[in-house]
């Protein structure tokens, strides 16, 4: 595997960003093919994101995610959002922007990336896994992206006692986080 690390200028959060590419090489496990460090071609991309209280480092320092991209030959790309949570803010911090249209343009143009929509996913641990899913929400209704749950977190049992046990008017939504999450009720999950 090739780690590179990279920090570059966003337009969209206006400061610089520190993002981790890594891309499937020549290793020990393919000895017997000829040595060279010339690309097969384009990688398809996975974006990890972060969980709430972690970094950009999280995935490649507590998971085995270099090896199975090693062998799916596919890249990743990791980036610090904080505890944003993926989203534009009236602070300036549009983290949805970047995450969506610079962050794909930049990897696609510096990088042996595939540019195709179809060589893109996306997946998060915890905040990440909201950030992928507001991601992917909005982007359903036009045809692409799909949506694939490895697991439903709360089950509707779940959430009545919750209800129950707060009242009804125990929860706060903002506008936005109303929409979005009528967006996600009424979206199509394919599996």
Excluded at 58 to 76: D, F, G, H, P, Q
Excluded at 109 to 118: G, L, M, N
Excluded at 130 to 145: D, E, P, Q, V
Aim: charged share 25%.
């Amino acid at each position: 595997m090739a780690q590179i690390h990279c920090n570059f200028f966003s337009y969209s959060l206006c400061h610089g960003v520190d993002i981790e590419v890594t891309l499937p090489s020549f290793t020990s496990c393919n000895m017997d093919d000829p040595h060279t460090h010339s690309l097969p071609g384009k990688f398809p991309v996975v974006y990890l994101l972060h969980g709430m209280g972690n970094d950009y480092m999280a995935w490649l320092r507590y998971t085995s995610v270099e090896r199975y991209a090693e062998e799916k030959r596919i890249a990743i790309v990791t980036f610090s959002v904080g505890n944003k949570a993926y989203m534009n803010d009236d602070m300036g911090d549009n983290y949805y922007d970047f995450l969506n249209h610079e962050l794909p343009e930049f990897v696609e143009a510096y990088f042996p990336i595939s540019d195709s929509p179809k060589d893109r996913y996306i997946a998060g641990l915890s905040m990440g896994g909201y950030g992928a899913l507001c991601c992917t929400a909005l982007r359903i209704r036009t045809g692409t992206a799909r949506l694939v749950p490895f697991r439903r977190p709360y089950s509707r049992k779940r959430i009545w006692k919750a209800k129950r046990r707060r009242g009804r008017s125990g929860w706060i939504f903002t506008l936005r986080q109303k929409k979005l999450w009528q967006r996600v009720k009424s979206c199509r999950i394919s599996s």
